[in-house]
């Protein structure tokens, strides 16, 4: 059974930093594309970051880019997503989940699952 485990949110001001972590378990990662999602109150799940498996390339939606870093230690099956320069429009719950091999259609979520219970990250002053 493919697990999640999100952890490392919490209250930061403005401009602050976040680490996020996610733990998979059931699965083995070097074979996946793992990606970071955030939901607001009263909006849809979207991609915010994801990392393929192959070549370990990168991708940021551009509300993010420059911002936040994604990682991925397959020894260890974790994903991490380092959140700089954090605004309040960063506020929101943050899963981790994958797919097989590359992040397309990460955005939409397209092919991403199943999903843990998240960690909450809230940004204000």
């Known amino acids: 059974q493919v697990q999640f485990v999100e952890s490392g949110g919490g209250l930061v001001q403005p401009g602050g930093s976040l680490r996020l972590s996610c733990a998979a378990s059931?699965?083995?990662?070097?074979?996946?594309?793992m990606g970071w999602f955030r939901q607001a109150p009263g909006k849809e799940r979207e991609g915010v970051s994801c990392?393929?498996?192959?070549?370990?390339?990168?991708h940021y939606v551009d509300s993010v880019k420059g911002r936040f870093t994604i990682s991925r230690d397959n020894a260890k099956n974790t994903v991490t997503l380092q959140m700089n320069s954090l605004k309040p429009e960063d506020t929101a719950v943050y899963y981790c989940?994958?797919?097989?091999?590359?992040?397309?259609?990460?955005?939409?979520?397209?092919?991403?699952?199943?999903w843990g219970q998240g960690t909450q990250v809230t940004v204000s002053s």
């Open positions: 989940s994958a797919k097989e091999y590359y992040c397309s259609d990460y955005v939409t979520r397209k092919g991403f699952g199943p």
């Open positions: 059931g699965l083995d990662m070097e074979y996946y594309a």
């Open positions: 990392i393929d498996s192959v070549d370990g390339r990168e």
